[in-house]
């Protein structure tokens, strides 16, 4: 167990606390500074929810630079940015935050491109990660962040930047899920 696969258990670690900190209520008083408002669970959740992210590239890092990718890694890597954004959009629905269809259009995403790598495997064949999927990574935790945070008093053109980075992030999930299957369409016409 190299330190990039122990950066990236951590991670999964981290899933259930956040969620713990979302979902439990420990009845304390909110932060407000006029009219924005967050409970004190909120912001730890969102601190270790930051932590848990910045690992994604810290471990990816240290895996390439120090030589240590291993198939363990390349198997816990996907899994535990899946489990942590499922998790706490399923968490973000649940306190009504985020409307569900978007957590499905999002986590069916993840499903799907789980499944086209999986035939991939099966073939011989890697399906590497995309610019698009990076760039998707990047709007979720936005979105993520900034749903955690009750929409900080941010606005873009008088729309809430919540609500903006809800609907980019279900737009680019979208697209980078085409985008991976368009360019991996031979691995589909190999299984066949």
């Known amino acids: 167990m190299n330190l990039a696969n122990r950066i990236t258990l951590a991670r999964i670690f981290l899933v259930p606390i956040i969620m713990f900190f979302l979902l439990v209520s420990f009845n304390l008083p909110e932060l407000r500074l006029g009219e924005f408002h967050i409970t004190y ?18 471990d990816g890092y240290i895996a390439r630079s120090r030589k240590m990718v291993t198939n363990l890694g390349k198997l816990l890597d ?14 973000l629905v649940d306190m009504q935050k985020v409307d569900a ?26 399906v590497a990660a995309s610019a698009w999927g990076k760039w998707k990574t990047g ?8 749903l955690l945070l009750n929409n ?8 809430p930047f919540d609500l903006i980075s809800s609907w980019a992030a279900a737009a680019i999930t979208i697209y980078s899920g085409i985008d991976y299957f368009v360019q991996n369409k031979n691995v589909i016409d190999d299984v066949r």
Request: proline share 3%.
């Open 41 to 58: 669970n909120q912001i730890i959740a969102t601190l270790i929810f930051i932590v848990a992210a910045a690992t994604d590239g810290l």
């Open 78 to 91: 996907p899994l535990a940015d899946k489990l942590l954004v499922a998790a706490v959009l399923i968490s």
């Open 101 to 126: 269809w978007i957590a499905v259009v999002i986590i069916s995403r993840e499903f799907a491109i789980t499944g086209l790598r999986q035939v991939a495997l099966l073939e011989g064949k890697v």
């Open 139 to 146: 709007i979720q935790i936005t979105m993520i962040i900034a």
């Open 152 to 159: 900080f008093p941010f606005y873009f053109l008088g729309i």
